[in-house]
Structures are given as structure tokens and as C-alpha cells.
């Protein structure tokens, strides 16, 4: 993203830094038995954008995962030491405002309405005070920090409001925001409680991105049909101001991946280890956040089904499953995980013999240089989601691979359809389709 469209009050020739405001920073803070522990957060965002912030000598702000309110001179010491290395700003959070905002508004309402899945939405107005609160103490932190000329750029659903707070507080600013999940049709997202607000929320940016020109339209719509503001396909006309709209699908960074496969050691010998493994058998490779909106119970069904109805790949086709645990402590989610557990054991059980197991399940994150190697050993990739913003690891299979010698096969809801025509694309909803596809 060019972050100059964000600020046209600002020259390009004035040195500008950049603040990057996320729901969690790149690094985590756990409390132990024997103290502060300090942990690398997952997720690829902290890979684009450390460069861009070292460049601009920018910093990051995000709540650094510790609820637990003890404020002692050693994590004290060590969220300085964060700024001063990394130029991370730590966000804290009560524990009732904190499970609130994120496991509450953010996971159990925006998340499964914005997914398409209303009858999952649950809400709860103290969930929503504590929203409105962490994201004001959000825009509180970003004050004690920004200089005029800064550029401010926002992610992500759990901070719909901040874009507002800051207008109001710092009215030349110049302000972006960047959704990653999709954005629904305004006939669903009028479901929402607090919907006003957060299109307001949203409107106080200069500058919103989303991953595909659908979601963007999905957003124009809602803003006409419910606060009745109108909008050209790429601006917002809003008070004195004008927003503008853009769909940027987020990359990857190919060499990251091309770079292991040529020059790591351990790359190389996981791979060599794969291919030995499965020599004579082909590979397919699902990798996910274990969250009901990837459609992992669908592509296992699928998997059964292609046992069933193509017996020629009985004893020669194999399935890895990673999924990697994803807000455990909701119910939905406790509940995707035993479904998934059973399904792995059915299909095993029904299917596979002393020699062969059809399903192999890793529940849990791999290191890069292991999911590095199994993309490129995998024979196909295998996406079902049910609905994504996007999905990066049909980039990032696609990258493993530079030879051409694999396969993608990709759901039609996931973001990434609308740019990689090239793959096999699938209804996950249709389990016959979804095999005939895989034979």
C-alpha cells in the first residue's frame, strides 16, 4: 500500500513515520512460574511490515497478551526493552475488558457475522462496552506517541472504532485501515447490533483497503442502505471529507519460502524425509487455523467420500491435516476441535490398514522450515473454506512450488479465488464435487 494516499495534508518530501495499530503485537507476554516469558505472536503481518517500520522508524501498537495486572519492575523492564529494540508499544488491558473486546464483540460477534454465519453470532452489551473501551484505551496509547506528519495505519476488525476516536482527538492526521476478513453483503451486516457505529468508526479513516473489490462493494452498500451516505466506486464523500476506497489482496513474500528450499539444511532434509516417506503415494495438504469458517469437517468429508467413490486410491493417497488451535476457550471452537478429532478417527478407522493411514493430523503450529518442505512435497493442496478474507497459504503453496508440479485446488470463498483463476476451484459445500475434483 502507497501509505502517502493516506494523508493529503501532508508533503511527501517530509519525513513521516509510520504507526502500525493491531489488535496483538509480533511478540507475546506470559507470566510463568519462574517470570516474564517473552513469545514470537503467529501471523504474517509483523513479516510485511517490521521493513516499512525500521525504514520509517516507525513503531507498533498492540496489547501484549498479559491480563494478568501485576506491574512489577521486571515487566515493566521488559515492555521498555520491547520499544527500545523493536519499537513495540504495549497496550495493556484489564482481564474483564480484554475478554470482552476480543473472545466477546470481536470473536463471538463480528467474527461469525463478517464470515457469513449469523446464526453463530452471539451478543452482549458488556461485551461491547469492553470493545468501546479497548479501543479507546487503544487511541490513548496512540496519543501519547504520535507527532504531526505520522501515518497511521490500522488493522483489522477489533479496532473498527479507533479509526473515529483518532479523528476526533487528531483531526489533520492522516489515517488508513485495513480490514483482513471479509466484509458482508449489507443484507447481512444489518444483523449487527452496533452496526452505525462502527461504519462510522470506519469512515473517520482517509484511506480504507480491502482484500477484494466484492468486499468493497459489500461496504458501499451497507453505507447507503444503513447510514444513507452515498459513494463513488473508488471515494466516500463523508462531512468535509473525502475516504478513499481501495481492494489490495495482501502477498506474500515468495523468496522467504524459494530462499529455504535452495539454502536451509534443515528444509532440505525435512523434504528429503517427506519424499522417502511417501514415496509411491501421492500428498495432500490441508494447513488452517482449526476455526469453523475454513471448512476443515468438509474437506475430511470430501477426503472419505474420494475413499469411497474412487477405490483405486485406497492405500495410495494420504491426507496431512495441520490445524493449528485457535481461541480454544470458546465453546464453538471446543466444539470444531472434537468434531475434527472424531472425523480423523472415523476415516482412519474405517479405512486404513496396518500399512497406511489415511489422515495424518498435526494439531499444532510448524515450525517454517517443516511447512516449507511439506508444501513442497505435497501433490495438491486442498482449501475449503467456507468463507476467507483471503488465504495466504494458496500464495504460499504456490510459491513452494516453482516447477509447476503441484496442484491447488481452492474454494470459490476464499479471497484468493478472485486471483488465482489457475486453480481447480470447488464448492466445499458439494462433498461429490469436491472428490471428482481431488481424483
Known amino acids: 500500500m502507497n501509505t502517502s494516499r493516506m494523508s493529503p495534508n501532508v508533503h511527501d518530501s517530509e519525513p513521516r513515520r509510520l504507526i502500525v495499530v493491531a489488535n496483538r503485537l509480533p511478540i507475546t507476554l506470559k507470566r510463568t512460574s519462574d517470570g516474564w516469558l517473552s513469545e514470537k505472536s503467529p501471523g504474517g503481518l509483523a513479516a510485511a511490515l517490521n521493513p516499512v517500520l525500521k525504514r520509517s522508524n516507525g513503531f507498533w501498537v498492540g496489547w501484549s497478551g498479559d491480563t494478568s495486572e501485576i506491574a512489577d519492575d521486571d515487566r515493566r523492564n ?8 523493536d519499537r513495540y508499544v504495549a497496550v495493556d488491558l484489564a482481564p474483564d475488558v ?15 457475522l463478517f464470515h457469513q454465519f449469523p446464526s453463530l453470532l452471539r451478543f452482549d452489551q458488556n461485551h461491547w462496552t469492553s470493545y468501546v473501551r479497548a479501543n479507546e484505551i487503544f487511541r490513548d496509547q496512540i496519543l501519547k506517541h504520535y507527532l504531526p506528519g505520522d501515518l497511521i495505519w490500522i488493522h483489522d476488525y477489533h479496532l473498527m472504532l479507533l479509526p473515529q476516536l483518532l479523528r476526533q482527538a487528531l483531526p489533520d492526521a492522516g489515517i488508513g485501515f485495513f480490514l483482513h476478513i471479509p466484509f458482508p453483503s449489507s443484507s447481512i451486516f444489518r444483523i449487527l447490533p452496533k452496526r452505525e457505529e462502527l461504519l462510522r468508526g470506519l469512515l473517520g479513516a482517509d484511506y480504507l483497503a480491502f482484500h477484494t473489490y466484492r468486499y468493497l462493494q459489500h461496504f458501499r452498500g451497507s453505507i447507503l442502505r444503513i447510514l444513507g451516505v452515498g459513494s463513488q466506486m473508488d471515494q466516500v464523500e463523508y462531512g468535509t471529507r473525502a475516504v478513499r476506497l481501495e481492494a489490495l489482496p495482501i502477498g ?10 535452495t539454502s536451509d539444511e534443515k528444509t532440505k532434509s525435512h523434504l528429503s524425509e517427506l519424499k522417502k516417506r511417501f514415496q509411491g503415494r501421492k500428498l495432500i495438504l490441508g494447513v488452517d487455523r482449526l476455526d469453523y469458517t475454513k471448512g476443515i469437517p468438509e ?7 474420494l475413499l469411497s467413490d474412487y477405490p483405486k486410491w485406497r492405500g495410495k493417497v494420504v491426507l496431512v491435516q495441520v490445524a493449528v488451535p485457535s481461541r480454544e476457550r470458546l465453546r464453538m471452537y471446543t466444539r470444531l476441535r472434537r468434531e475434527v478429532g472424531e ?19 498435526l494439531r499444532r503450529n510448524l515450525p517454517r522450515a517443516e511447512l516449507t518442505a511439506l508444501y513442497a512435497a505435497a501433490d495438491v493442496a486442498l482449501i475449503t473454506a467456507l468463507r476467507d478474507g483471503l488465504n495466504l497459504v494458496a500464495k504460499e503453496y504456490v510459491a513452494c512450488k516453482p516447477n509447476g508440479d503441484g496442484v491447488l485446488i481452492l474454494s470459490e470463498f476464499a479471497g484468493a479465488a478472485a486471483e488465482m483463476g489457475e486453480a481447480i476451484m470447488i464448492n466445499p459445500y458439494d462433498e461429490e464435487r469436491t472428490a471428482a475434483a481431488i481424483d
Open 78 to 85: 521488559i515492555i521498555s526493552r520491547w520499544f527500545e529494540r
Open 98 to 112: 480484554a475478554h470482552g473486546f476480543y473472545e466477546g464483540y470481536s470473536n463471538e460477534t463480528l467474527w461469525p
Open 252 to 261: 506474500i513474500a515468495p523468496d522467504e519460502f524459494s530462499d529455504l528450499l
Open 299 to 305: 474437506r475430511l468429508r470430501a477426503f472419505r467420500r
Open 343 to 361: 472425523l480423523v478417527s472415523e476415516i482412519n478407522g474405517e479405512w486404513g490398514t496396518p500399512e497406511w493411514s489415511p489422515i495424518i493430523y
